[in-house]
């Protein structure tokens, strides 16, 4: 069980994860005075919003062998809830990247995001390119972290730590006898990308 957090001492806070919801938290938990420290594999800020057009090479994600791509996003992609729902209460989601479509593209969510996190001066609290390999703890939780580029490993330890990560990166398989494997939630950006890839001959 996670200990509670006194909200009159400051504490030592690891957030995992720059995405939306890691962008808020750490806001948030400075804003109450803690220390805050943002671990985020990336290289920049954005979490699932950051497109890229690299597909893993299992387009159902299971072979454990794969080159992971962090990101379902696809290039066509456009939200499914309107923009006003989508903003924080005090920084809304209006029009940034010339998109002003009621429903925007990825693109100009990623651009709020990274607006956001300029405005509120999150980004000096990241650390970029930094995987956590595990963490875990009782009273105290210890991170362990790899810095990629500079090859920096670090085993820290911190009072609390929320997991801001999201849940896209692996694949809900359904496993049916008769060796069959149904995708329930399984990445469209691969099958789009494979198929464009497939049609031009790349």
């Known amino acids: 069980m996670t200990p509670s957090l006194s909200p ?30 943002v671990f985020e594999r990336q290289k920049q800020v954005g979490g699932t919003w950051i497109y890229t057009d690299h597909v893993e090479t299992d387009p159902l994600s299971v072979d454990p062998t794969r080159t992971v791509v962090h990101s379902s996003v696809y290039a066509s992609l456009r939200t499914n809830l309107p923009r006003e729902c989508m903003g924080y209460l005090d920084f809304p989601l209006v029009v940034r990247s010339g998109d002003p479509r009621r429903f925007p593209s990825h693109g100009e969510v990623l ?27 009782n009273r105290k939780w210890r991170v362990e972290s790899t810095e990629t580029e500079k090859r920096v490993r670090r085993d820290e330890v911190y009072d609390a730590v929320v997991v801001c990560s999201g849940h896209y990166t692996e694949p809900r398989l359904a496993d049916i006898p008769g060796n069959l494997k149904l995708c329930y939630l399984c ?6 990308e494979v198929e464009l890839h497939r049609k031009s001959g790349t």
């Open 187 to 192: 990445h469209f950006k691969n099958v789009e």
């Open 111 to 137: 651009a709020y995001l990274q607006d956001f996190a300029k405005e509120f001066a999150i980004e000096e609290m990241i650390r970029f390119e930094t995987a956590v390999e595990s963490e875990g703890g």
């Open 8 to 37: 009159t001492t400051s504490h030592h806070v690891a957030v995992i994860g720059a995405g939306a919801a890691g962008l808020v938290a750490a806001r948030e938990l400075r804003r109450e005075g803690h220390s805050v420290v």
